[in-house]
């Protein structure tokens, strides 16, 4: 029966959701199944012998993960926490002054450090996105403010305790004693500094090398396996089988020894060279249509499109008209691309056979990695609409800027859509009885 319990009870972890301040008393009521408000009491009764209940709530802090919970404490629970935290200060200061004859100058800075540290911590230690120094990936004002005035509580608390009982003659061997601390602390934590960027370097040349070989992937799909289907069709026409593979070999060797910058810098002219390579290669007609133009933005001036995206852009829609080439059943294949101030979109339409979206795997090649995969690499959106014997839409939308994370979300769900995009989806779309959506998150 205790092992049962021991099972069911599993380790102690701290509130996430549910913390007034670290989530340590939460955590030890879940733990234990006992009412919070009788550990936050007993953490108050043991701050007055000597603070032994704040240092034990720090080293808890410290040295317990976090948990996993979301529910919101309420504002009574907090309001009553927060009177506890104060009671239990005031009870550490009362009694120590008390029996032990410590000065208020000493033990008030003290406190005003434990506050100050509790403050800086609990930024440190919420959940979301984190930047390199351990912040918040969006701080706030106020998690600006609480850090701020953590700092300062902690210097002025430090600064207090280690003046007070220094004359001001020898305030300069006082201040030389602490820049030889600080500098002896710095060369300690030089190891951990050194790991850190050890273990960030290696996670960066990690993501690269995968971000490689996804590249790599879409492109062979795209090229050579597309191009060895083709032959299989072909089989019967040796001259037909030869300029295939010729051809597939310039573009490789092409790809492999020069520069992968297209042809073109205008997204306008690539896409309608693509629309021509697509009608050579599978008998289709592929009829272009743009609204505006960008270029690519080779030299990073923030001009026009960023090389990756303007190649995501073409690599996908790329794809996607050879899908409806391959699949569709049809001779003619839209396509319609419209430049906005802050996104490209790009629209691949067939009136064809149509399909199921939600039946195709999540891991099928051309959709997962040359489409979507693509996309969302460089911060895009792709949609997929189709319903059988009425066709299907790709939708491709990718900004302008060469931004990261939420912001290019937050960006792009934003932007109203234009008349352009109004014409496109009355002239192209129809109501539709599959579509998914892919964030690009």
Same mark, same amino acid.
């Given at each position: ?66 948990? &996993?919970?979301?529910?919101?404490? =309420? ?5 009553? $926490?927060?009177?506890?935290? %104060? +009671? #239990?200060? @005031? !009870? ?71 003046? &007070?009982?220094?004359?001001?003659? =020898? ?5 030389? $004693?602490?820049?030889?601390? %600080? +500098? #002896?602390? @710095? !060369? ?77 810098? =205008? ?175």
């Amino acid at each position: 029966m205790g092992e049962a319990g021991e099972q069911v009870r599993g380790r102690l972890v701290r509130r996430s959701g549910g913390r007034i301040v670290g989530g340590v008393a939460g955590g030890i009521a879940d733990h234990l199944g006992v009412d919070v408000f009788k550990v936050r009491m007993a953490f108050v009764l043991l701050s007055a012998l000597a603070g032994a209940g704040i240092v034990a709530y720090a080293m808890l802090w410290i040295f317990t993960p976090g948990g &996993a919970d979301e529910v919101r404490p =309420s504002g009574q629970e907090r309001r009553q $926490a927060i009177g506890l935290a %104060l +009671l #239990g200060f @005031g !009870l550490s200061v009362a009694m120590s002054a008390l029996f032990s004859g410590t000065a208020a100058r000493i033990i008030v800075p003290l406190i005003a450090v434990a506050v100050g540290a509790a403050l800086v911590w609990r930024e440190y230690d919420a959940d979301g996105p984190r930047s390199l120094l351990g912040l918040p990936a969006k701080p706030t004002m106020v998690t600006w403010s609480r850090i701020v005035a953590g700092i300062t509580l902690i210097v002025a608390g430090l600064a207090v305790v280690v003046l &007070a009982g220094i004359d001001i003659g =020898s305030l300069g061997s006082a201040l030389l $004693a602490v820049a030889v601390t %600080l +500098l #002896g602390a @710095g !060369l300690l934590s030089v190891p951990l500094w050194l790991r850190m960027m050890r273990a960030l370097n290696a996670e960066r040349a990690a993501r690269i090398r995968n971000e490689e070989r996804e590249e790599i992937a879409s492109h062979l799909h795209d090229s050579v396996l597309q191009t060895l289907a083709l032959i299989q069709r072909q089989a019967d026409d040796p001259h037909e089988v030869v300029r295939l593979a010729r051809s597939q070999e310039r573009e490789l060797r092409r790809w492999l020894f020069e520069d992968s910058v297209p042809a073109q810098s =205008s997204l306008a002219a690539a896409l309608r060279t693509i629309a021509g390579e697509v009608e050579d290669q599978h008998g289709v007609k592929v009829t272009p249509v743009t609204v505006g133009d960008v270029s690519m933005d080779i030299a990073d001036t923030g001009s026009g499109l960023p090389k990756e995206h303007f190649t995501a852009v073409l690599g996908a829609a790329r794809e996607a008209l050879v899908n409806a080439a391959k699949h569709a059943d049809v001779p003619v294949i839209d396509l319609f691309a419209e430049t906005e101030p802050h996104q490209v979109s790009v629209f691949v339409r067939d009136r064809g056979v149509g399909f199921d979206v939600d039946a195709v795997p999540a891991d099928r090649q051309g959709l997962a990695k040359s489409i979507r995969g693509r996309v969302e690499r460089r911060g895009g959106q792709v949609e997929i609409v189709s319903r059988s014997g009425r066709g299907t839409e790709v939708r491709i939308i990718m900004p302008r800027t060469d931004s990261g994370g939420d912001s290019e979300s937050e960006a792009a769900d934003a932007a109203p859509a234009g008349p352009a995009e109004a014409d496109i989806a009355h002239t192209l779309t129809q109501p539709s009885e599959h579509a998914v959506g892919v964030d690009r998150h």
